[in-house]
C-alpha cells in the first residue's frame, strides 16, 4: 500500500489522478478531511433547506457524492467541494419536487381542474392594492426602501443586502425594522392618508 498524500505537493498537485487509490486510503482521506466539516455542512443545509426532517438525509446524500466523486480525483479544496456538492445537491431537490408527473394529474377532466383565473373585480382589487402598496414605499426614507425591496421582493439575504448597499448587516437590520413598521403604518392608515405627501 502506498503512502497516502498528505498534500497535493506529495502527489504533484493530482489528487488521486495517475495513481491507483485504494479503499483505505480513500477512507483515511474522509475521515480525516471531510467528516471533521459536518458542522458546517449541517448548518449550510439548515440555512438553505426548510424541512428539518430532510437535514440528516441530504447530509448522508452529500458524503456519498463527495466519496464517489473523491474516488476519480480528490478534491483540492474539500471544505468548497463539500459545500459546492450540497448546494447541488439542494438545487436537483428543489427541481425535482416543483416537477409533477403527467401520470399524477391523470385526465385533468375528471379532476374538474378549472383555470384558476381571476375575474374582472379581482383584477381591478388586485391592481388597486399594488397601488396603495406602491404608494406607501415611495414615502419610506431612500435607504429603508432600498432594503425592504432587496428584502422583500428580491428575496437577498441582510448579509446581501449589505453588500449590494455598501452597509454593516446591523445597518441593514434597523434599516429593514424601521422600514417595515414604517410600511405596516402607512398600510394600515386610511386610503385617503396616502394621498397626502408629509
Keep these: 500500500m502506498g503512502r497516502f498524500p ?17 479503499a483505505s486510503e480513500l477512507d483515511l482521506w474522509f475521515v480525516r478531511e ?11 443545509l439548515r440555512r438553505n433547506w426548510r424541512n428539518e426532517s430532510d437535514l440528516t438525509d441530504l447530509c448522508q446524500d452529500t458524503y456519498i457524492k463527495v466519496y464517489e466523486a473523491a474516488a476519480h480525483e480528490r478534491p483540492e479544496k474539500p471544505k468548497s467541494f463539500l459545500l459546492t456538492t450540497a448546494r447541488n445537491l439542494l438545487a436537483d431537490r428543489v427541481r425535482r419536487e416543483r416537477i409533477v408527473p403527467i401520470e399524477a ?42 432594503a425592504v425591496y432587496l428584502k422583500q421582493v428580491e428575496g437577498l439575504s441582510r448579509r446581501e443586502i449589505a453588500a449590494r448597499m455598501g452597509v454593516g448587516e446591523e445597518t441593514v437590520k434597523q434599516h429593514l425594522s424601521n422600514g417595515m413598521y414604517a410600511l405596516a403604518d402607512l398600510l394600515n392608515a386610511k386610503p385617503a392618508d396616502l394621498r397626502k405627501k408629509p
Design 6 to 22: 498528505e498534500s497535493d505537493r506529495d502527489c504533484g498537485g493530482q489528487g488521486w489522478a495517475g495513481s491507483a487509490v485504494t
Design 34 to 44: 471531510i467528516l471533521p466539516l459536518e458542522p458546517v455542512l449541517m448548518q449550510f
Design 105 to 146: 394529474v391523470g385526465d385533468v377532466d375528471v379532476l374538474n381542474a378549472a383555470i384558476d383565473e381571476p375575474g374582472p373585480e379581482r383584477v381591478v382589487v388586485a391592481r388597486d392594492e399594488l397601488r396603495v402598496l406602491q404608494e406607501a414605499l415611495d414615502k419610506l426614507p431612500k435607504r429603508c426602501r432600498e
